[in-house]
């Protein structure tokens, strides 16, 4: 039976949007950056690229993907742009190992790109004043006190801590474990395999080559976490701070799939394989809830357990997602982001998902292998899920 797998992946280290290292680098040329890597490392010629697929959010259309593939010279490779918000990165992997199982397509790229840096301003005009709104952001779902449609501190974060009776002083505890578990990564050298090194100019005009995550912090503390203000304080018993909420940043992340007959006749290394991928609708007001109903809708449609998954990425897009998470489903919190996410490592909204993948992937082959689902919320009232084995 022929299976979807994972022959290589790449991905920049992330940087703090607006003042970090990729502050001036377009989400085009990050785009380009990871995928060129990911098809070298790949060993692929890109002529045998069928397509790419690029999850990108609030970066105003168009298709990066196709953007990258014309800047490399592979005029014959289709692009895609995907956008399932935060969980766009690992729907492209899942639509991209479709077209694989399906036979339609032999190799594709599939990836995401965010820069918070340089989202786009837009503007629309308004239907009941007749004015032009100078700064209008898509909305993820229609509004409501319940579910704000542009504050996901209230919609995520709150909302999932009231519901699993979440402390704030909980909260803090899995941001400052975050952060910890990503310095230890980035001082092991974990990430090195991930990252391909970019040389750009950063938020102060320096030229430097950026090949480290940027958003973890050091010397963290309980106690400096517990000093933050909360972003609601009109709102009473508000646990969510900007240190138990992921980051605002900029990154681009690419993985190369293809079959596992593709890959052994052209002598490929394998990663992962591509056991199941899947997504579901919550209502809005319960996006952070999300995560528990698409786990256990891809161990239904793949026929695996809770006990068969060795480790789990759950994206941090605040602290309260992944340890409500573990609270519903029972999960050893040990075996959830060993490595760090969204609070530490940071969040690039379409390039997370993918980034996932390939840090469970290089993690699960440290320990020797297993099984692994990368999962996270996403906006509108939805999240993803993949299912891999390593």
């Given at each position: 039976?022929?299976?979807?797998v994972i022959?290589?992946?790449?991905?920049?280290?992330?940087?703090?949007?607006r003042?970090?290292?990729?502050?001036?680098t377009?989400?085009?040329?990050?785009?380009a950056?990871?995928i060129?890597?990911?098809?070298?490392r790949?060993g692929l010629?890109?002529d045998?690229?069928?397509?790419?697929?690029?999850a990108?959010?609030?970066?105003?259309?168009?298709a990066?993907a196709?953007?990258?593939?014309?800047e490399?010279?592979m005029l014959?490779?289709?692009?895609?742009?995907?956008?399932?918000h935060c969980?766009?990165g690992?729907?492209?992997?899942?639509?991209?190992?479709a077209s694989?199982l399906t036979?339609?397509?032999?190799v594709?790229?599939a990836?995401g790109v965010?820069?918070?840096?340089l989202f786009v301003?837009?503007?629309?005009?308004?239907?009941?004043t007749?004015e032009t709104?100078?700064?209008?952001?898509p909305p993820t779902h229609?509004d409501?006190?319940?579910?704000?449609n542009?504050?996901m501190?209230?919609t995520?974060g709150w909302?999932?801590?009231?519901?699993?009776?979440?402390t704030r002083a909980?909260?803090?505890?899995?941001?400052?474990?975050?952060?910890?578990?990503?310095?230890?990564?980035?001082?092991?050298?974990?990430f090195?395999?991930e990252?391909?090194?970019m040389h750009v100019?950063n938020?102060?005009?320096?030229?430097?080559?950026?090949k480290v995550d940027e958003?973890?912090?050091?010397?963290g503390?309980?106690e400096?976490?517990a000093?933050l203000p909360?972003?609601?304080?009109e709102i009473?018993?508000?646990s969510i701070t900007?240190?138990?909420?992921?980051?605002l940043?900029?990154?681009?992340?690419a993985?190369?799939v293809?079959?596992?007959a593709?890959a052994?006749?052209?002598?490929?290394?394998?990663?992962?394989?591509i056991?199941?991928?899947t997504?579901?609708?919550i209502?809005p007001?319960?996006t952070?809830?999300?995560?528990p109903?698409?786990?256990?809708?891809?161990?239904a449609?793949?026929g695996?357990?809770?006990?068969?998954v060795?480790?789990?990425?759950?994206?941090?897009?605040?602290?309260?997602?992944?340890?409500?998470?573990?609270?519903?489903?029972?999960l050893?919190e040990?075996?959830v982001?060993?490595?760090?996410s969204?609070?530490?490592?940071?969040?690039?909204?379409g390039?997370?998902?993918t980034r996932m993948?390939?840090t469970?992937?290089?993690?699960l082959?440290?320990r020797?292998?297993?099984?692994g689902?990368?999962t996270m919320?996403a906006?509108?009232?939805q999240?993803?899920?993949?299912?891999?084995e390593?």
């Amino acid at each position: 039976m022929t299976a979807a797998v994972i022959v290589s992946a790449a991905r920049t280290a992330i940087g703090t949007a607006r003042k970090g290292s990729l502050a001036n680098t377009s989400p085009e040329q990050m785009a380009a950056t990871v995928i060129e890597a990911a098809v070298s490392r790949s060993g692929l010629g890109p002529d045998l690229i069928d397509d790419i697929v690029m999850a990108e959010s609030l970066q105003g259309g168009g298709a990066i993907a196709r953007h990258a593939a014309v800047e490399l010279g592979m005029l014959n490779t289709a692009g895609m742009a995907l956008n399932r918000h935060c969980a766009g990165g690992l729907s492209a992997i899942g639509v991209a190992a479709a077209s694989i199982l399906t036979g339609m397509e032999n190799v594709v790229v599939a990836g995401g790109v965010n820069s918070g840096s340089l989202f786009v301003r837009m503007q629309q005009r308004n239907l009941v004043t007749g004015e032009t709104d100078d700064w209008w952001l898509p909305p993820t779902h229609p509004d409501s006190a319940e579910a704000p449609n542009r504050d996901m501190s209230i919609t995520v974060g709150w909302n999932a801590a009231k519901a699993m009776g979440l402390t704030r002083a909980e909260l803090d505890a899995w941001a400052l474990r975050s952060h910890e578990r990503a310095i230890a990564g980035i001082d092991d050298g974990r990430f090195e395999a991930e990252i391909v090194a970019m040389h750009v100019k950063n938020a102060a005009g320096e030229e430097v080559d950026f090949k480290v995550d940027e958003f973890p912090r050091r010397g963290g503390s309980l106690e400096k976490l517990a000093a933050l203000p909360v972003i609601h304080p009109e709102i009473e018993g508000f646990s969510i701070t900007a240190g138990n909420s992921s980051g605002l940043n900029d990154a681009a992340a690419a993985s190369v799939v293809t079959s596992d007959a593709f890959a052994r006749s052209h002598g490929c290394n394998v990663l992962a394989t591509i056991l199941g991928w899947t997504s579901v609708g919550i209502d809005p007001a319960e996006t952070g809830l999300s995560v528990p109903k698409v786990v256990h809708k891809l161990l239904a449609r793949t026929g695996r357990k809770l006990e068969d998954v060795r480790l789990w990425e759950i994206n941090e897009a605040f602290a309260a997602v992944p340890l409500a998470a573990c609270r519903a489903l029972g999960l050893d919190e040990d075996d959830v982001n060993v490595s760090g996410s969204g609070c530490s490592l940071g969040h690039p909204i379409g390039a997370s998902g993918t980034r996932m993948v390939m840090t469970l992937a290089n993690d699960l082959k440290r320990r020797g292998g297993g099984l692994g689902i990368a999962t996270m919320c996403a906006g509108g009232g939805q999240a993803g899920a993949v299912l891999i084995e390593v």
